[in-house]
């Protein structure tokens, strides 16, 4: 297929698309809501902006403070010779944007004759070392180390000026990625370009400073990332290792290709070498001895490469040949990698959806694999893309993502597996896919089946429109598991509608995923109702305008005092008002942390009338042992029955008394609350989807 036939029919089918879904969403959510769907598909994308630098103004200097911790959990060592303007510059900046960790600075003077030796006395909180002789950079900071108290240390040129964040980026790395052993942070210069992201050593032992002078918001550099090695610049590691490893080799003596040697060493010794990209350092590169490899201190970076290849030969021979031009995919090539298209990235605290969407790219990451994520809309969604940066995500976006054929043109012969999030995704990318990856196995996730959904919604609505939309929609759904190798479901309900509809589609059950937080508060320390769920989703929003509307004033005829919060996203205002009318009713929109109203409120409901799927806001509840009151089809496939492990039922007078029974009997709520934690751990944790997500995307 041709580049721009390609592009034609990508674009037609996302067209297409659109259309069709934009039909159906005025009949269901109104031509308002349908318009800001429409915007979002066609309004130009920013480009996604960091904070500014912080550079500090060259002041004359005036004594200042810096942290400091009698028991500090990190060391920063600084080793200066001379230069002491930069060094001032690098300690101001620590000054105005302290970190919230404890820790110590060293400034370990290795000879300077300048003014260091009068300016670093009169920085309150600074240790000033002052070595006996001059000895290099490499000797400089093993001594400073040796004389530092940290758990944890940090090796900082005084050429460098840190970003607010940076040092608590680095340390949390340690949390977790448990494995990690040094972790380097993003170099850049002072004009905001990026320096380095990681280094890449080729099988002669040189070296290639990955991204220099490219933009560091370039998604090739944003993704926590194993690195053959990071620069002394700015790294950190515990000292227990540090001291097991002997610190830097002082074969390298004065300087260069000793953090590299370290790298190696980490690695020799069984942990990861990270770069942190969320760890921001501007560093003026050359400062300390020059960029001149023919003369000088910077020569022995030639010498020392020898030194460094005839060292660590063997394993040299597992790196890049001389020549290569490091890549994503030649980066990750010893890993199995795995491509995700969706609309947009997941934003887990929004919807189950992207609960489920998140955890199983966590569980991926454990598995070894190199996750890719593409959303098709090619938006940077700020905290939520970074989220999945943090976990080392390759994500992708605009302007650097400027279409989904250019970019598996280039990139989709590295995939071994394809994920296509959604039927309309599907649609569109799946030609893309043949033509470009053709060698991935392509795995088609549904998230619910939408023609059930929209069948169920239809029939609720009494809306033969509606009706004949959810037929094409099965039409669509059906084509596309027919011509994708494995359709992911999330429900047992649903596979057994397939062993009708679709019979020969090789059909994989992945249900939500969950953590289970455990009981939290008591009956008798909890109070009032809840329910979550984000209001783009027609069935919730039917849900609640039945149970404001018809329930609720049912419960507090017999309970006066209770009071129901409703949370979730794109409240519309018809919700609002009807809640306006119900007392005891508050309406909270989008919470960014629910886990309170989970813990502290004493019953959650689940009133839908229609859906697909399994039910996030019943996962969720359960795991913080909060019971639920639901429809039979809000805990359609989720093993549950009524009376044991949840209270079910779908007239408004009856599910009104189940809630105040629930409400006032102690005994049946403990029970609910342990069977509901019990299911979640049985049925929807991650330990228990584990061998069919290997078998999906690892097999």
């Given at each position: 297929m041709s580049m721009s036939l390609a592009d034609a029919r990508y674009f037609l089918n996302r067209m297409v698309g659109l259309f069709r879904r934009s039909l159906a969403s005025l009949r269901t959510r109104g031509w308002r809501a349908t318009w800001q769907r429409i915007r979002v598909h066609a309004q130009a994308l920013p480009a996604p902006r960091r904070d500014p630098l912080y550079l500090p103004d060259a002041l004359p200097f005036a004594p200042f403070a810096v942290p400091f911790s009698a028991r500090p959990t990190v060391s920063i060592i600084i080793p200066v010779y001379n230069h002491a303007g930069h060094t001032l510059a690098c300690l101001r900046a620590l000054a105005a944007h302290p970190p919230q960790t404890a820790c110590e600075i060293?400034?370990?003077?290795?000879?300077?004759?300048?003014?260091?030796?009068?300016?670093?006395?009169?920085?309150?909180?600074?240790?000033?070392?002052?070595?006996?002789?001059?000895g290099g950079f490499i000797a400089a900071c093993n001594d400073g180390v040796a004389r530092s108290h940290g758990r944890y240390?940090?090796?900082l040129n005084n050429d460098t000026v840190p970003q607010p964040g940076w040092l608590e980026a680095l340390l949390d790395t340690f949390t977790t990625v448990p494995e990690a052993g040094l972790v380097g942070a993003q170099l850049l210069y002072p004009d905001g370009r990026l320096q380095e992201s990681g280094g890449v050593i080729f099988q002669d032992g040189s070296g290639w400073s990955y991204g220099r002078f490219e933009s560091a918001e370039d998604p090739r550099y944003t993704s926590l990332r194993d690195a053959d090695y990071v620069s002394g610049a700015a790294l950190m590691l515990p000292r227990a290792l540090w001291d097991a490893l002997g610190g830097f080799d002082?074969?390298?003596?004065?300087?260069?290709?000793?953090?590299?040697?370290?790298?190696?060493?980490?690695?020799?010794?069984?942990?990861?070498?990270?770069?942190?990209p969320a760890s921001r350092v501007v560093h003026d590169e050359g400062t300390s001895n020059g960029t001149d490899t023919g003369s000088g201190i910077k020569a022995y970076q030639v010498r020392n490469r020898t030194v460094f290849a005839d060292k660590w030969a063997d394993a040299l021979r597992a790196q890049l040949p001389v020549g290569s031009v490091p890549s994503p995919a030649l980066l990750h090539r010893h890993q199995r990698q795995v491509l995700i298209l969706d609309e947009a990235v997941p934003q887990p605290d929004r919807d189950s959806g992207s609960l489920r969407q998140f955890n199983l790219i966590r569980m991926l990451i454990a598995e070894g694999v190199h996750v890719v994520f593409v959303p098709t809309r090619r938006e940077h969604a700020g905290v939520a893309t970074e989220a999945l940066q943090a976990l080392g995500v390759e994500v992708w976006y605009a302007p650097y993502l400027t279409g989904v054929a250019p970019w598996l043109r280039e990139h989709g012969k590295r995939f071994q597996v394809a994920m296509m999030v959604r039927h309309h995704v599907a649609h569109e990318c799946l030609p893309l896919l043949r033509s470009f990856a053709p060698q991935a196995r392509t795995v088609f996730d549904t998230v619910d089946l939408h023609y059930l959904r929209e069948r169920r919604g239809a029939e609720v609505a009494g809306d033969a429109g509606l009706l004949r939309s959810a037929e094409r929609t099965r039409a669509r759904e059906?084509?596309?598991?027919?011509?994708?190798?494995?359709?992911?479901?999330?429900?047992?309900?649903?596979?057994?509608?397939?062993?009708?509809?679709?019979?020969?589609?090789?059909?994989?059950?992945?249900?939500?995923?969950?953590?289970?937080?455990?009981?939290?508060?008591?009956?008798?320390?909890?109070?009032?109702?809840?329910?979550?769920?984000?209001?783009?989703?027609?069935?919730?929003?039917?849900?609640?305008?039945?149970?404001?509307?018809?329930?609720f004033g049912r419960i507090r005829a017999q309970l006066p005092q209770v009071r129901f919060h409703c949370i979730g996203a794109d409240v519309p205002d018809s919700l609002r008002a009807l809640a306006a009318g119900q007392p005891g009713v508050e309406v909270h929109g989008f919470v960014p942390v629910v886990t309170p109203y989970m813990d502290t409120i004493r019953i959650a409901v689940a009133?839908?009338?229609?859906?697909?799927?399994?039910?996030?806001?019943?996962?969720?509840?359960?795991?913080?042992?909060?019971?639920?009151?639901?429809?039979?089809?809000?805990?359609?496939?989720?093993?549950?029955?009524?009376?044991?492990?949840?209270l079910v039922a779908d007239e408004a007078e009856a599910f009104a008394a189940a809630v105040v029974r629930l409400y006032q009997d102690q005994a049946l709520w403990e029970r609910l609350s342990a069977a509901g934690l019990r299911n979640v751990a049985d049925h929807f944790s991650l330990d228990t989807a584990r061998d069919t997500v290997r078998r999906v995307f690892l097999d």
């Amino acid at each position: 297929m041709s580049m721009s036939l390609a592009d034609a029919r990508y674009f037609l089918n996302r067209m297409v698309g659109l259309f069709r879904r934009s039909l159906a969403s005025l009949r269901t959510r109104g031509w308002r809501a349908t318009w800001q769907r429409i915007r979002v598909h066609a309004q130009a994308l920013p480009a996604p902006r960091r904070d500014p630098l912080y550079l500090p103004d060259a002041l004359p200097f005036a004594p200042f403070a810096v942290p400091f911790s009698a028991r500090p959990t990190v060391s920063i060592i600084i080793p200066v010779y001379n230069h002491a303007g930069h060094t001032l510059a690098c300690l101001r900046a620590l000054a105005a944007h302290p970190p919230q960790t404890a820790c110590e600075i060293l400034v370990v003077d290795d000879g300077s004759s300048d003014e260091t030796r009068a300016w670093m006395p009169q920085i309150d909180g600074l240790r000033y070392e002052v070595r006996a002789a001059n000895g290099g950079f490499i000797a400089a900071c093993n001594d400073g180390v040796a004389r530092s108290h940290g758990r944890y240390v940090v090796l900082l040129n005084n050429d460098t000026v840190p970003q607010p964040g940076w040092l608590e980026a680095l340390l949390d790395t340690f949390t977790t990625v448990p494995e990690a052993g040094l972790v380097g942070a993003q170099l850049l210069y002072p004009d905001g370009r990026l320096q380095e992201s990681g280094g890449v050593i080729f099988q002669d032992g040189s070296g290639w400073s990955y991204g220099r002078f490219e933009s560091a918001e370039d998604p090739r550099y944003t993704s926590l990332r194993d690195a053959d090695y990071v620069s002394g610049a700015a790294l950190m590691l515990p000292r227990a290792l540090w001291d097991a490893l002997g610190g830097f080799d002082e074969r390298y003596k004065p300087a260069y290709y000793e953090d590299t040697d370290l790298a190696f060493a980490v690695r020799a010794a069984g942990h990861r070498v990270l770069v942190q990209p969320a760890s921001r350092v501007v560093h003026d590169e050359g400062t300390s001895n020059g960029t001149d490899t023919g003369s000088g201190i910077k020569a022995y970076q030639v010498r020392n490469r020898t030194v460094f290849a005839d060292k660590w030969a063997d394993a040299l021979r597992a790196q890049l040949p001389v020549g290569s031009v490091p890549s994503p995919a030649l980066l990750h090539r010893h890993q199995r990698q795995v491509l995700i298209l969706d609309e947009a990235v997941p934003q887990p605290d929004r919807d189950s959806g992207s609960l489920r969407q998140f955890n199983l790219i966590r569980m991926l990451i454990a598995e070894g694999v190199h996750v890719v994520f593409v959303p098709t809309r090619r938006e940077h969604a700020g905290v939520a893309t970074e989220a999945l940066q943090a976990l080392g995500v390759e994500v992708w976006y605009a302007p650097y993502l400027t279409g989904v054929a250019p970019w598996l043109r280039e990139h989709g012969k590295r995939f071994q597996v394809a994920m296509m999030v959604r039927h309309h995704v599907a649609h569109e990318c799946l030609p893309l896919l043949r033509s470009f990856a053709p060698q991935a196995r392509t795995v088609f996730d549904t998230v619910d089946l939408h023609y059930l959904r929209e069948r169920r919604g239809a029939e609720v609505a009494g809306d033969a429109g509606l009706l004949r939309s959810a037929e094409r929609t099965r039409a669509r759904e059906l084509e596309v598991m027919a011509r994708t190798d494995i359709t992911v479901l999330v429900s047992a309900a649903e596979r057994e509608q397939l062993r009708t509809d679709a019979p020969d589609v090789d059909v994989a059950l992945i249900s939500n995923l969950h953590e289970v937080a455990g009981a939290g508060l008591g009956w008798a320390q909890r109070h009032d109702l809840v329910f979550v769920g984000g209001f783009r989703h027609p069935p919730n929003l039917d849900a609640m305008q039945w149970f404001i509307g018809e329930v609720f004033g049912r419960i507090r005829a017999q309970l006066p005092q209770v009071r129901f919060h409703c949370i979730g996203a794109d409240v519309p205002d018809s919700l609002r008002a009807l809640a306006a009318g119900q007392p005891g009713v508050e309406v909270h929109g989008f919470v960014p942390v629910v886990t309170p109203y989970m813990d502290t409120i004493r019953i959650a409901v689940a009133p839908l009338r229609f859906g697909a799927g399994v039910k996030g806001k019943v996962n969720l509840s359960m795991a913080h042992g909060q019971p639920v009151v639901a429809t039979t089809c809000g805990v359609e496939g989720m093993h549950l029955h009524d009376g044991e492990d949840v209270l079910v039922a779908d007239e408004a007078e009856a599910f009104a008394a189940a809630v105040v029974r629930l409400y006032q009997d102690q005994a049946l709520w403990e029970r609910l609350s342990a069977a509901g934690l019990r299911n979640v751990a049985d049925h929807f944790s991650l330990d228990t989807a584990r061998d069919t997500v290997r078998r999906v995307f690892l097999d």
